[in-house]
């Protein structure tokens, strides 16, 4: 797997085999805390071994023990949990943790298996999604609409909370903030079950293009751009989880993040299979010639098979539209979000009491052993292996050169910024010092 390991083969394997679903009410517990470290273990070596074009053995992995449709159903259960159950947490009062980590562990569960899935999701493995093809499906859907819904709203939430913010409402800030890099997670993952639209079943294709008209909801990203925005003046684009200020001679190269919905958008529209499909209603068609504005010879050059969308768009001009399809026709529905909520339907307040006095109210020594733990598990040679790029300041975001002397964890580019942001990463960094001395 590469000079650098963070599995062996086997170990890799035996990992993806004890990968299972958990209920709701387990969420946080020891065990799941178990399998959370697990998967950010086979997340951080699938990445290793793309990094140093080593094959894909975790890939492999997962799709020859039948795990993706248990990566499917996590994710969904997560969501769910953040949706239900987080909430009530941020609504008790009187809950005050010593520590927020082990909650913002489950908050962020939801974005390392989303970012394992993009992984496996890029080599075409959609038969091994089986049935949960559709609830991967509803899924991106659910997160592409929130994100336009957002953008519509000023844009996703900036990373400075407030002074007088408890830990708890600083919590809440990270997940809303985590919220955007996994909606654009989510757009990379249904790019990837596009190019195997294909072979997708036509309950699928169904739900893509008649359930949630996936095409036009492209379109409205494009528009938007969620991830570009002016500030002071100067083109900044989100990419690698933060922020990036374009250079004037790069702002007409095409962001990877538009690149995806492209490539998504020509995958719906000039399949066969899809055009089947499809039906160009007027309202459809109205949204769709919208394109042509963004088909500049600039784009054509960076994306030449754009020229076939641009003839489809010519063509869609003199096409006359269809009314909206009433066929009856029996088809598979999503079922895994729907089975969740039946299943613990009036037990939300009853799981978060569980979990607040069972989960989430550790002993000092429960959390030392676990800080141990995150420290055996995010080494710093392996991060440091992973990361797209060098090291951002934790306050201002500047290329940074130091380190935290205690925790080794968090970077900044001066002394009088990590003075400025030791309020915020105190309590962690000191938490995090524990544990190393634990060991």
Not at 33 to 43: A, F, G, R
Not at 99 to 118: D, G, K, Q, R, W
Not at 286 to 306: E, M, S, V
Request: hydrophobic share 40%; proline share 5%.
């Amino acid at each position: 797997m590469g000079d650098l390991e963070l599995l062996l083969p086997g170990e890799a394997e035996v990992l993806v085999r004890g990968l299972r679903s958990f209920p709701l009410r387990e969420m946080g517990s020891e065990g799941w805390n178990q399998q959370h470290e697990n998967l950010e273990k086979l997340n951080m070596q699938a990445i290793l071994d793309a990094t140093v074009s080593q094959g894909e053995p975790i890939q492999e992995l997962l799709v020859t023990h039948g795990k993706v449709p248990t990566l499917v159903e996590e994710l969904i259960a997560v969501e769910m949990w953040k949706q239900k159950v987080f909430p009530v947490f941020c609504r008790v009062e009187d809950f005050k943790p010593q520590n927020t980590f082990p909650i913002y562990m489950v908050v962020h569960h939801e974005a390392s298996i989303i970012n394992l899935l993009e992984t496996v999701f890029f080599h075409k493995v959609c038969e091994s999604a089986e049935d949960t093809v559709l609830d991967l499906v509803d899924y991106c859907h659910r997160k592409l609409t929130l994100l336009v819904a957002q953008s519509g709203c000023g844009g996703p939430p900036e990373g400075e909370g407030s002074q007088d913010s408890n830990p708890m409402q600083e919590l809440q800030k990270q997940a809303e903030l985590m919220e955007f890099e996994i909606a654009l997670k989510a757009l990379s993952v249904l790019r990837y079950i596009t190019d195997c639209v294909d072979s997708l079943s036509l309950s699928t294709l169904s739900r893509m293009l008649s359930t949630h008209n996936l095409p036009c909801l492209l379109v409205e990203l494009l528009e938007h751009s969620p991830w570009s925005r002016r500030e002071g003046g100067k083109l900044q684009q989100f990419e690698g989880s933060r922020w990036h200020t374009v250079a004037p001679s790069e702002q007409q190269k095409l962001s990877k993040l538009d690149g995806q919905v492209w490539i998504a958008l020509y995958n719906l529209l000039l399949s066969p299979e899809a055009q089947a499909r499809y039906c160009l209603t007027s309202f459809a068609k109205g949204r769709l010639l919208k394109l042509r504005a963004f088909l500049t010879d600039t784009l054509l050059d960076q994306l030449p098979n754009l020229a076939h969308l641009q003839s489809f768009l010519a063509h869609l001009t003199l096409t006359e539209t269809q009314p909206p399809k009433k066929d009856l026709v029996l088809e598979q529905i999503p079922e895994i979000w729907e089975r969740l909520e039946r299943e613990n339907r009036g037990k939300w307040q009853a799981i978060a009491k569980h979990q607040l006095q069972h989960v989430f109210s550790p002993s000092e020594q429960d959390l030392r052993l676990q800080a141990r733990r995150w420290a055996e598990t995010y080494r710093l040679d392996v991060l440091e292996a992973v990361a797209p790029e060098r090291p951002r300041c934790a306050y201002c975001s500047a290329e940074a050169s130091k380190r935290c002397s205690r925790c080794q964890n968090e970077w900044y580019c001066c002394r009088e910024c990590q003075v400025k942001h030791w309020e915020k990463h105190g309590k962690t960094c000191v938490l995090a010092a524990q544990g190393d001395r634990a060991k």
